[in-house]
């Protein structure tokens, strides 16, 4: 059942929310550059024992796989869209700027360096990884995992960084994020200053990439070597230099690291954001005239550590404003007390307006993948970020909008997770299934109490509230996937039904956004899926012709590209369903059941109960099924012979209070979701 209707159930999420509707992109077979576009050249499969490289201009923001490789040497000296590598071995690897994630899973015995949004792992051992990563890492059922902080500068690095849209001030190379952590203990370990990425991966030799200058040391590197979390519980004094947005902003902070890190000072983290009147104010007070140095873009903060490193900064930083960057506005700490006090500030607002930031584009954009996880430092991956936000000042309201996003966040990026997880076996799926709904329940109880709030803080609009109902019943149909217990197909069917009783998406169309009305038209057809396993054919019927009028809409509005798919999708389910109850009597329609129930399972034989005693009992867990006949009627990947089949090796649920019922309800990870809908 994990293939069924990928097309539905593949991507929770659409693509990005635009506020006027594009224009019709081309055809594949419209782009002049199709004859171009190579396979191989974005897809590295079952290689052994090879160097490839790919130069500037070569990947140009496209997706790129690795897969299947041994004993390889990559070299992607270009950005990228996202990245992914699977069942490698004895490989070193190389990717320039990604613009979203990096993903590595089943791989053993590697090296990777890269520049990138996101970085996620999952089932890997015995690698070293070198990043720059604007937000948190994440690793995942992986052991013995060593990261460094990736110091690299070669021709046209830093074009590409800006390409990827990627800042190299934001680097959380060591604030790693284990889900899988094990007690005393660590799946990963942090590697100090001296273990640079060249020593492991290997320079290339080859004359195709001369011409490239490539560099490891520190004072060129495009973003700085910082000691990040090696020094979180470290206690020497510190001291915070900010440099307000100007155009010698960037060299001069360069300089100044490079000045103040040849003494025993050290450089412990970067970051680079634009400011807001609620920072300003809680960094500076009432002095009005960082606010209005602040109004002119993104500032740069630098945190050093180390004896004397006020003292010290101030020094190389008067010398640089004095021979080279005259006037150019900054602040830097005067006292090791208010140091501390404006380091925490500093990064503690960064966090906090980052993250806050990309949930508001959420509610515009609903894309949120792995993408678009945020860096909050010791906040996700420790929990306490209640605590944080006592400490920030915020006043209720601002609270409860920063739960909200914090829960928003947190529940997406589990839900993303699960597209992840095997289609079956994975012991450990059950307990990721039971967080998610977990925090879904908190996310749903918490919209319902503050909704009056959210509304006027994040305009929350009806749809947004059916996207979270839409999820927990993807949730439902997913734990039926799992486990085929019908139980969890009627609670997805519950929650469908709210949403369309309570018309959730009924303003969609008004919107005037095409990625909306694809949100809607994914709806219908997962909730005509959970019909048609139910054998719910009055409501399956009319939600079928609800279907075509909104495709009909879409097309006429938008004049989409997927126009065709959608006609096909629609035209499968109406034949799958008709077709499916094509016997009659009397010429009426005779609706079939294929599931076992308790009145059609044939009793026992006198005295099998004895026989039976003195034998193992099994039970059966898995089953293949696979369609033999050609051509028949299908909908998505089901052909209607593995529909039947499948439906036939499954027990009917019984709607009371039954021993079985009881049992399966008491599996499931919310069992109270019904009542909180």
Not at 219 to 238: I, K
Not at 243 to 254: E, V
Not at 366 to 394: H, R, W
Not at 473 to 499: K, M, V
Request: charged share 20%.
């Amino acid at each position: 059942m994990g293939c069924l209707f990928s097309y539905f159930f593949g991507s929770s999420a659409s693509s990005d929310i635009v506020e006027q509707p594009p224009a019709r992109q081309p055809y594949s077979w419209e782009r002049a550059d199709r004859a171009a576009i190579k396979k191989e050249d974005f897809i590295l499969d079952k290689l052994k024992d090879q160097t490839i490289f790919r130069l500037a201009g070569s990947v140009n923001g496209q997706q790129f796989i690795i897969q299947n490789c041994d004993n390889c040497t990559v070299y992607v000296f270009d950005h990228t869209g996202q990245v992914q590598i699977d069942d490698c071995t004895n490989c070193r690897i190389f990717i320039g700027p990604v613009h979203g994630s990096i993903f590595i899973r089943d791989s053993t015995n590697c090296v990777l360096a890269t520049v990138c949004q996101q970085f996620r792992t999952r089932d890997c051992r015995d690698t070293h990884v070198y990043l720059s990563c604007a937000s948190q890492p994440i690793i995942e059922s992986s052991h013995n995992l060593k990261f460094g902080c990736l110091t690299l500068n070669y021709d046209n690095l830093a074009e590409q960084y800006k390409s990827a849209d990627i800042s190299p001030w934001n680097n959380n190379w060591g604030n790693i994020h284990d889900f899988t952590s094990v007690p005393d203990g660590k799946n990963y370990s942090l590697l100090d200053k001296a273990e640079s990425v060249f020593q492991h991966l290997p320079v290339p030799a080859d004359p195709s990439c001369s011409h490239l200058n490539i560099k490891d040391d520190n004072d060129t590197s495009v973003t700085p070597y910082t000691y990040g979390q090696l020094y979180h519980d470290r206690h020497e004094e510190r001291c915070l230099v900010i440099f307000f947005h100007d155009l010698n902003a960037d060299a001069c902070a360069r300089a100044l690291i490079q000045m103040t890190t040849q003494s025993e000072v050290v450089l412990v983290q970067t970051k680079s954001y634009k400011m807001d009147e609620m920072s300003v104010e809680g960094m500076f007070g009432t002095n009005r005239s960082y606010a209005t140095l602040v109004a002119k873009g993104p500032v740069i903060g630098l945190e050093f550590a180390g004896n004397d490193s006020i003292s010290i900064c101030q020094q190389n930083l008067h010398t640089l404003l004095t021979t080279k960057y005259q006037n150019l506005p900054h602040f830097i700490s005067q006292s090791p007390t208010g140091a501390r006090t404006q380091v925490d500030k500093f990064y503690n607002f960064a966090n906090f307006l980052f993250f806050f930031l990309c949930k508001k584009i959420f509610f515009h954009h609903d894309n949120m993948t792995a993408t678009n996880m945020t860096p909050i430092d010791k906040l996700v991956s420790s929990g306490n970020y209640q605590d944080l936000k006592e400490n920030d000042g915020l006043d209720s309201e601002d609270k409860i909008v920063q739960e909200f996003t914090h829960l928003l966040d947190k529940s997406k990026q589990l839900f993303n997770g699960l597209r992840d997880l095997p289609q079956y076996g994975h012991k450990q799926w059950q307990p990721y299934f039971g967080r998610t709904f977990d925090v879904y329940t908190k996310l749903w109880k918490f919209q319902q109490q503050h909704r009056v709030l959210l509304d006027k803080n994040l305009s929350l609009k009806r749809w947004q509230i059916g996207e979270i109902a839409s999820k927990i019943g993807q949730l439902y149909y997913h734990f039926y996937i799992r486990t085929s217990e019908t139980n969890y197909l009627n609670e997805a069917c519950a929650f469908y039904s709210a949403i369309r009783t309570r018309a959730y998406y009924s303003k969609v169309n008004r919107e005037e956004k095409p990625d909306l009305m694809v949100k809607k038209l994914r709806y219908y057809a997962r909730f005509i899926v959970v019909c048609l396993l139910l054998k719910k054919t009055k409501i399956m019927r009319e939600l079928v012709r609800e279907l075509s009028r909104q495709i009909d809409e879409y097309v006429k509005a938008y004049d989409p590209d997927d126009s065709l798919e959608w006609q096909l999708v629609l035209n499968e389910v109406s034949t799958f369903i008709d077709i499916d109850n094509q016997l009659s009597v009397d010429q009426t329609p005779i609706t079939l059941y294929y599931r076992l129930t308790n009145s059609v399972i044939p009793p026992l034989p006198m005295g099998a109960d004895k026989i039976l005693s003195n034998i193992q009992l099994y039970s059966l867990e898995e089953i293949i099924i696979i369609g033999n006949y050609q051509d028949q009627i299908k909908f998505s990947e089901l052909t209607l012979d593995m529909y039947r089949m499948l439906q036939a090796v499954e027990r009917q649920s019984v709607e009371s209070t039954s021993s079985s019922d009881e049992r399966a309800l008491m599996q499931s990870p919310a069992t109270q979701q019904k009542e909180i809908l």
